[in-house]
């Protein structure tokens, strides 16, 4: 071969090289071991600018940071040739010019029989102290869509433990509900009772921008050794990052599809899904997202149904995930943005009211305005028209509550508040529950019949 050919064919050579490298993805180029590296330009509050470093939505990336230290952080836009990122841990000690290492790979779930029994950060690091993780499997945070079609319908009810829940609002397997309150009505209470109580294989937990002093609570007191045998939990209290929060409530998600794919029946708690909302609302802004309802980028109202339509029944009779999210209701207000989108999302809302926790009645569950919308498809015709029987009782009788108080009803009035009346304290008695006391369904249904028909319904 003469000199210029064999020039002539190295150029050749070197160009298929540089087009097949300009077709490759960042990961495709991580994974021949080559590092894209970027140049930290801005960091204003928890926004990072990035340039020369052209990485997917979604991308983990590192910053040096001082010290040797390096700060996790992910894509949440661009713009031109700027990356904005977020960190997912600590920002302290980053400097101008600083270098940015472009990871190939979105955010990985490690998954497995090893995680029941462990308490993990938003990135699946254990905070329990315990041996590090051993992983059977790695699932997307983002989880795959299920088929609506291929759901299997709702047609069994869970056993929840909370008398006024099983047999008033008959939760479904496989339903998505939101626990509606104002702070400190006990919202994290009721909660942890079902953590306690339900019938489910596996309860995975998402503490999620809550009281990090909660977390241990959780664990020691309403789990307990035996409790947290079968639970995972995810915490990401509120002093994390936004986007760790946001990490946290879709780790959990995602452990809990893995365990439903596997065939078990999943509890799946989320405490809670506006501190969710309020971590994409930082992230939203702080990108440049214009706040478009009440304070809120339209991101929010998309990330919500994408989070929760994870949970529900699998495919074909594999599993299920059972949610409960709990919903702030800031100063009681139900048209709360978050808690109307929340409504509008899920399969039923089970409302605490501040009035009947003031009045001291445990658990404060606003029987007349809480609705399960599965219900016709778990209950028989005699059980719902008991359900409906009480319900008006209440509604008759807090409509005249007032009156009731001062002593200024006069009995005879209306036959209804008369019967709510004579009823009044089996009613209370039949709602209230301690904390430490459970109710199966078949308890639940037979206290609700003896309480209006004066006789259980099934034989105990
Ligand atoms: N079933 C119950 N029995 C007795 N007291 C209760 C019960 N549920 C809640 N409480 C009381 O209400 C307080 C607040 O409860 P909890 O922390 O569950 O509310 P929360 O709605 O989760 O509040 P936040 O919005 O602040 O998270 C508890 O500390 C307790 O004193
Ligand atoms: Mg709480």
Request: with cysteine; proline share 5%; net charge negative.
């Amino acid at each position: 071969m003469s000199n210029i050919a064999a020039a002539q064919w190295d150029e050749a050579r070197s160009l298929r090289l540089a087009m097949r490298l300009r077709d490759m993805d960042a990961s495709r180029i991580d994974a021949l071991g080559m590092v894209r590296e970027g140049v930290l330009r801005r960091a204003v509050g928890l926004t990072l600018e990035a340039t020369g470093c052209s990485a997917p939505l979604g991308a983990r990336c590192s910053v040096e940071s001082t010290g040797g230290r390096w700060v996790d952080a992910e894509v949440v836009g661009f713009a031109g040739d700027r990356t904005f990122l977020m960190p997912t841990s600590d920002l302290s000690g980053l400097l101008p010019n600083a270098r940015v290492l472009t990871g190939s790979s979105r955010g990985e779930v490690a998954v497995g029989e090893g995680l029941l029994g462990r308490v993990i950060d938003s990135d699946g690091v254990p905070l329990d102290g315990r041996p590090p993780l051993r992983a059977e499997d790695f699932v997307g945070l983002a989880g795959v869509q299920i088929n609506p079609l291929m759901r299997e319908p709702i047609t069994r009810s869970l056993d929840v433990g909370v008398r006024a829940i099983n047999a008033l609002l008959p939760i479904g397997r496989g339903q998505r509900i939101g626990l509606f309150a104002g702070s400190g009505v006990g919202k994290s209470t009721l909660l942890g009772m079902m953590t306690r109580y339900t019938a489910a294989d596996v309860i995975v937990v998402g503490l999620i921008g809550e009281r990090g002093r909660e977390v241990r609570d959780f664990v020691e007191s309403t789990l307990g050794a035996e409790g947290l045998r079968r639970s995972v939990v995810v915490a990401a209290p509120a002093d994390r990052p936004p986007l760790a929060r946001l990490h946290g409530a879709l780790r959990a998600t995602a452990i809990a599809e893995w365990f439903r794919d596997q065939g078990l029946h999943v509890l799946l708690l989320m405490d809670s899904l506006t501190r969710f909302a309020h971590a994409q609302r930082e992230i939203g802004l702080s990108v440049g997202e214009p706040p478009t309802t009440r304070g809120y980028p339209p991101s929010v109202f998309a990330r919500l149904p994408a989070l929760v339509e994870r949970a529900g029944n699998g495919a074909d009779g594999r599993g299920s995930i059972t949610a409960f999210y709990t919903v702030l209701t800031e100063g009681d207000d139900q048209q709360e943005p978050i808690a109307d989108a929340a409504r509008a999302i899920l399969d039923g809302h089970i409302v605490l009211t501040r009035r009947i926790a003031d009045a001291g009645l445990y658990p404060a569950i606003d029987v007349e305005v809480s609705v399960s919308r599965v219900m016709q498809d778990i209950t028989d015709p005699a059980w719902r028209a008991r359900i409906r029987r009480l319900k008006q009782l209440m509604a008759a009788y807090n409509a005249q509550r007032d009156l009731i108080a001062i002593g200024a009803y006069q009995r005879g009035n209306d036959p209804l508040v008369d019967d709510a009346l004579a009823l009044w304290p089996q009613i209370l008695q039949f709602l209230g529950q301690d904390v430490a006391e459970s109710a199966t369904v078949e308890e639940s249904r037979n206290a609700l019949a003896r309480l209006l028909d004066g006789e259980p319904e099934i034989a105990p």
